[in-house]
């Protein structure tokens, strides 16, 4: 069975494919791991792991866009 270039490089882009799907899931069950154990961990800590979270400042309106008065278009 003789293979061509483009088999070989279908080959690999869906090997590079499965290889990303396959690191992107252990980092998400690596970090569901990782949130279980740090909330017991935290919890010895006093204050429950409650910390303030910075708010955000409101962004600044430069323009509003609305619809114009009246009813019929200027000529």
Known sequence: MSYDWQSIAVALIVLA???????????RLRSMRAGAKSAIDCGSCGDGGAKPRPT??????????????GGRPRS
């Open 17 to 27: 494919a499965l290889l990303y799907v396959a690191r992107r899931a252990w980092a």
């Open 56 to 69: 955000a400042p409101r962004p600044t309106v430069l323009v509003q866009i609305g619809r114009t008065r």
